[in-house]
C-alpha cells in the first residue's frame, strides 16, 4: 500500500483549478414570457410589427408630403400671441376684401444722374403691366440728396407677387446704363427672400441629417450592414413623424411653420439614433448570455425601456412647456418637436427589434457576438476614466464646475437682437435695397410703421401722428370695405431696425392710444421688433421654471430618489449656461454674427434640458441597476463604464445633426443648431463624464435618498476595488461588442 502523501497527511484542500483567462458567462436570468415585450421580439409578433409598420407606411405615407400644406407662414407665424402688431396684422386682413396690396420698392443708385432718371423712368411704365388692378404707378421718386430714384410698384398680395417680383428684376436689369444699379425691396422683396430661406429646406436638413448619421453609423459600428438597420427604422419614424404632425395640424390646431417643419427632420433623426445606439448596444449584451436572439431582444428592451420612457417623457414634457410661450414661433417649435419625439420613440421601440431579430446575428458581422463566446482584448479606457474619477471625486467635480464656469462667462454682456441685415448668414437683396434707401431717403421709407384705427377718428389720429417726433410723414390712406377702419403708413426718420425707430414707435402709440374712441393701434416691422423683445423676456421668466419642474418629476420617478434629481438638474443649468457662454463666443468671434437672436435662450435652455439630461438619463438608470447588485461606489463606477461608448456615440450623433442645422442660411436658425450642438458636446464629454459621476460618488448613498438605496449594505464585492476589466456577465466591459 503506498503511503499517504504530506499534501494528504496535513489534510490541504486541493488546490483550486486555474482561473480561465476568460470567464464564462453566469446562467443568465429568465425574460419575460408574455406580455407586449415578448410580443414585440417574438417570433411570430415581429412579422407582425413589420406587416403592420410597411402598411400603415404605404397608406398612410402619401400624407407626409403634404405637411407644407399645413405651414403657416403669414405674418403672425413668428409674432407673440397677444401682441399689439400682431393684432394690427389681424385686423389689416379686412383691408383684403377690396384687394391687398403689398408694395415692391425698386431704387435706382449710381451712375449718372440724367440717366438714372431715365433708367428709372422707362422702368416704371414696364412695370405698370405688373402693378395691382385699379393701381398706378407713381413716378420715381429722387432723393433729397440727388444721388437715387425709388419707384413703388403695389403688387397684388392674391395673384403672385413673387413671379411679378422676378419678371421686374429682369426689366430692372436689362439695359441698365454703366454704373447704375437697381436693387429691389420693400415689404414684397423682404417676404420673398424669407420664404426663399425654407424653400426645399425639409428635404434639404433630411437629405443631410441621413449623411450625416449613416457615416457616424458605419464609424461606429464598423460593420458594413449594421449600419442600415438603425436608419430605416429611424426612416419609418420620419414618415410617422410626418403624418402625424400634418393630421395634427389639419384637424387638431397644432401650430406648424417652415422653420419647426425644418427642425422636426433633425430631431427625428437625431433622437431616433441615439434611441436606436441604446437598444442595440443592450441587445449586444443579452447576445453574448442567450443564444436565443428572441429572448435576448426581449431582456434588452426590458432593461431599456425605463431609460427610454424617461427619455421621452422628459423631451416631450419639456417641449410641451413651449405651449405657455407668447412668440407663436417658439410654441409652433415646442408642440411639433414633442410629436417628433414621440413618433421616434413608438418606431425604435417596435420596428427596431423586430428588424434587428429577424435579420438575425450576422448584422453584426465582422464582430458577431456568439452566447459564450470568449473574448479578447485589454483594459478598458472608460475604466480608466472611471478610476481617475472615483480616485479624486471632489477634485474631479470641482474641476468640472470650474470649467463650466468659465465657460458661461461668455454669456456676460451678450448682444441681443438682430436687425433686418443681420437676419441673414448671405445678404439677400431686399436687405441691401434697404440699405440704400436707407442711405439716401428717410430711414423708414421702406418699412413704415402702420395704424389701424376707427375710419370717424382718421382726422384725429393722423393729427397725434404727426405730432409725434421721428415720424417723417404719413401716407397711404385705406379703408376696409365697410368703411369702418382706416390704416396709415407712418414713415419714421429712422431706419426701421434702430433703436430710435423703438423709442418713435412707443410714442406713436401712447399717442394714438389717447385718442377717444379711436381704438387705434400701432404695427409694421418696428412693432414687431418691439413687441417680440418684450414676449421673449416675459416668455424666459414663465417656461423655464416649468420645463424645471416637469424635467424634475421625471426624474424623481426614474430614480426613485429626490437627492439625485436635484443634483442631475443643477448640473443640467450649469452646462446650459455654458454652452449658451460658449456659443456666443462662437456667434461673435468666429462665425461673424452681430449678436444672438431674442428667441435663442429660450429655445436653446429647452432643448439642451429635454435632449442633454437624456445622457445623464441612460447613465443614472444604469447606475442604478449596478449600485442594486453591488453597492454606491461601485455602481457609479460600473455604470460609468457600461454606459460610456453607447452614449458619447449617441451624443456625438445628435451634435452632429444639430450642426447640419448650423449651415442654415437664417441665423437664428444657425445659432440654435450651434448651441444645441455646443450643449450636447458638454453634456456628453463633461457632465455626464465627470461631474454627475464625481457629485454622485461624493455624496456616496445619500444621493438615493429617501429611496432604499440610500440604506447601507454590505455587499458581495468590495467597493474599494477598483473597477474590474470584466461586466456582471462574465466579458470585458471594453470589448468593441459592448459598445
Known amino acids: 500500500m503506498a503511503a499517504p502523501s504530506k499534501r494528504t497527511q496535513r489534510h490541504e484542500p486541493p488546490a483550486p483549478p486555474p482561473r480561465p483567462a476568460h470567464p464564462s458567462p453566469p446562467a443568465p436570468p429568465p425574460g419575460p414570457r408574455s406580455g407586449p415585450l415578448a410580443f414585440l421580439a417574438g417570433r411570430r409578433g415581429k412579422w407582425i410589427v413589420l406587416a403592420v409598420w410597411l402598411l400603415a407606411v404605404m397608406a398612410l405615407g402619401p400624407l407626409a408630403g403634404k405637411l407644407g400644406e399645413v405651414q403657416d407662414a403669414g405674418s403672425n407665424a413668428f409674432l407673440p400671441r397677444s401682441s399689439e402688431s400682431a393684432a394690427v396684422n389681424t385686423e389689416l386682413e379686412k383691408f383684403r376684401s377690396e384687394g391687398e396690396l403689398i408694395p415692391a420698392l425698386v431704387v435706382y443708385t449710381g451712375g449718372e444722374s440724367d440717366e438714372r432718371r431715365a433708367k428709372a423712368a422707362a422702368d416704371r411704365r414696364a412695370f405698370q403691366e405688373y402693378a395691382a388692378t385699379g393701381q398706378r404707378i407713381a413716378p420715381p421718386a429722387q432723393s433729397r440728396d440727388g444721388e437715387a430714384q425709388m419707384t413703388v410698384v403695389p403688387l397684388s398680395y392674391d395673384d403672385d407677387p413673387f413671379g411679378a417680383l422676378d419678371e421686374i428684376r429682369e426689366i430692372a436689369a436689362a439695359n441698365a446704363p454703366p454704373g447704375v444699379e437697381a436693387h429691389i425691396g420693400g415689404p414684397a422683396g423682404s417676404l420673398q427672400d424669407s420664404v426663399a430661406v425654407f424653400d426645399d429646406i425639409d428635404g434639404t436638413l433630411m437629405a443631410a441629417s441621413a449623411l450625416v448619421v449613416t457615416l457616424l453609423l458605419l464609424l461606429i459600428y464598423r460593420s458594413p450592414v449594421l449600419w442600415l438597420v438603425p436608419l430605416v427604422a429611424v426612416a419609418f419614424a420620419a414618415v410617422l413623424t410626418q ?79 413651449l405651449a405657455l410661450a407668447d412668440i407663436n414661433s417658439s410654441r409652433s417649435l415646442g408642440l411639433v418637436a414633442a410629436v417628433g419625439a414621440a413618433c421616434a420613440f413608438l418606431a425604435l421601440v417596435t420596428v427596431l427589434p423586430a428588424l434587428l431579430v429577424v435579420a438575425g446575428r450576422w448584422v453584426f458581422w465582422p464582430l458577431i ?190 430614480l426613485r430618489s429626490l437627492v439625485a434629481p436635484v443634483l442631475l438638474l443643477a448640473c443640467t443649468v450649469a452646462s446650459n449656461l455654458a454652452a449658451l457662454g460658449a456659443s456666443y463666443f462662437l456667434f461673435v468671434h468666429v462665425l461673424g454674427f452681430a449678436g444672438i437672436d431674442w428667441s435663442i435662450p429660450l429655445m436653446g435652455f429647452v432643448f439642451l434640458t429635454a435632449l442633454g439630461i437624456d445622457y445623464t438619463i441612460f447613465l443614472m438608470t444604469r447606475v442604478r441597476e449596478e449600485a442594486a447588485l453591488h453597492g454606491h461606489e461601485r455602481g457609479v463606477r460600473n455604470g460609468l463604464v457600461s454606459t460610456g461608448g453607447v452614449i458619447t456615440s449617441a451624443g456625438i450623433v445628435l451634435a452632429a445633426t444639430f450642426a447640419v442645422i448650423g449651415s442654415m442660411p437664417l441665423v437664428t436658425m444657425a445659432q440654435l443648431g450651434v448651441l444645441a450642438g455646443v450643449g450636447v458636446l458638454l453634456d456628453t464629454f463633461l457632465v455626464r463624464t465627470v461631474m454627475v459621476p464625481a457629485l454622485a460618488l461624493d455624496l456616496g448613498d445619500r444621493t438615493w435618498w429617501p429611496g432604499r438605496l440610500s440604506r447601507p449594505r454590505r455587499t458581495a464585492e468590495s467597493a474599494s476595488e477598483p473597477v474590474s476589466e470584466y461586466a456582471p456577465d462574465g466579458f470585458p466591459r471594453h470589448h468593441p461588442e459592448r459598445v
Not at 464656469?405 to 435695397?433: C, K
Not at 389717447?514 to 414687431?528: H, I, K, N, R
Open 243 to 321: 403624418v402625424g404632425t400634418y393630421l395634427l395640424a389639419r384637424y387638431g390646431g397644432l401650430p406648424v411653420d417652415p422653420q419647426s417643419a425644418g427642425i422636426l427632420m433633425v430631431l427625428v433623426f437625431g433622437i431616433g439614433t441615439d434611441y436606436a445606439l441604446l437598444l442595440i448596444a443592450r441587445y449586444r449584451e443579452e447576445l453574448h448570455r442567450h443564444e436565443d436572439r428572441h429572448e435576448a431582444m426581449q431582456l434588452a428592451l426590458h432593461r431599456c425601456l425605463p431609460a427610454l420612457l424617461a427619455s421621452v417623457g422628459t423631451i416631450a414634457a419639456g417641449m410641451c412647456a
Open 369 to 558: 457576438p456568439r452566447c459564450g463566446a470568449p473574448v479578447r482584448g485589454g483594459r478598458s479606457g472608460w475604466a480608466r476614466i472611471a478610476d481617475l474619477v472615483a480616485a479624486r471625486p471632489r477634485r474631479s467635480w470641482l474641476l468640472s464646475v470650474g470649467l463650466t464656469a468659465v465657460l458661461a462667462l461668455g454669456a456676460v454682456g451678450m448682444s441681443f437682437g438682430l436687425n433686418q441685415s443681420e437676419q441673414f448668414q448671405t445678404e439677400p437683396e431686399s436687405v441691401v435695397a434697404q440699405e440704400r434707401v436707407s442711405a439716401h431717403y428717410a430711414s423708414g421709407a421702406s418699412d413704415p410703421a402702420v395704424v389701424v384705427a376707427r375710419a370717424d377718428a382718421e382726422g384725429a389720429v393722423t393729427s397725434a401722428v404727426e405730432r409725434v417726433d421721428g415720424v417723417d410723414e404719413v401716407s397711404g390712406s385705406r379703408r376696409t370695405a365697410d368703411g369702418a377702419l382706416v390704416s396709415l403708413d407712418v414713415v419714421l426718420e429712422d431706419a426701421p431696425d434702430s433703436e430710435a425707430a423703438k423709442e418713435t414707435v412707443a410714442e406713436l402709440r401712447t399717442a394714438v392710444h389717447a385718442v377717444d374712441g379711436a381704438d387705434a393701434l400701432v404695427g409694421g416691422v418696428t412693432a414687431e421688433t418691439v413687441d417680440t423683445q418684450r414676449a421673449a423676456a416675459r416668455d424666459l421668466v414663465v417656461v423655464i421654471p416649468v420645463v424645471l419642474l416637469v424635467v424634475l418629476g421625471v426624474l424623481i420617478w426614474l
